[in-house]
């Protein structure tokens, strides 16, 4: 999970993005840096950027960010959806790295949905 004040956001191509993380993993591996220096996400396009960033996951990201909801249940009844449309959601954007889902021992396993950056920022290369 990206663990970060603000999250950014590129559009370049694989070439630029490939380009980039080698530099930035040479320089780990030579031990010139401990960790990858920010925190983003690349798309290779406007539209698949368009198709990530629906109104639909930018609401959820809104809500659990700022109404920390404690269940994924608890979050479905905030956005007036149900439970197994947010999951689906919410494993998405999971996989993406967009949000954290801490699975919680208890009478039943609960998931707790966690984002912690606060802004997106969105570089384009032209």
């Not at 999971?94 to 984002?115: A, C, M, N, Q, Y």
């Amino acid at each position: 999970m990206i663990k970060a004040e603000t999250l950014k956001l590129y559009l370049e191509s694989t070439a630029d993005f490939k380009k980039k993380i080698g530099k930035e993993i040479r320089a780990i591996d030579k031990g010139r840096a401990k960790k990858m220096p920010e925190n983003s996400i690349s798309f290779q396009s406007i539209d698949q950027l368009r198709k990530f960033l629906t109104s639909k996951r930018l609401e959820l990201l809104r809500v659990i960010r700022y109404k920390k909801p404690k269940l994924i249940y608890e979050l479905a009844k905030m956005v007036k959806r149900t439970p197994e449309n947010v999951n689906t959601y919410i494993k998405f954007l999971e996989r993406l790295g967009f949000v954290e889902v801490t699975k919680i021992k208890d009478v039943r396993e609960k998931s707790v949905p966690e984002v912690s950056y606060d802004r997106m920022t969105l570089e384009i290369a032209v």
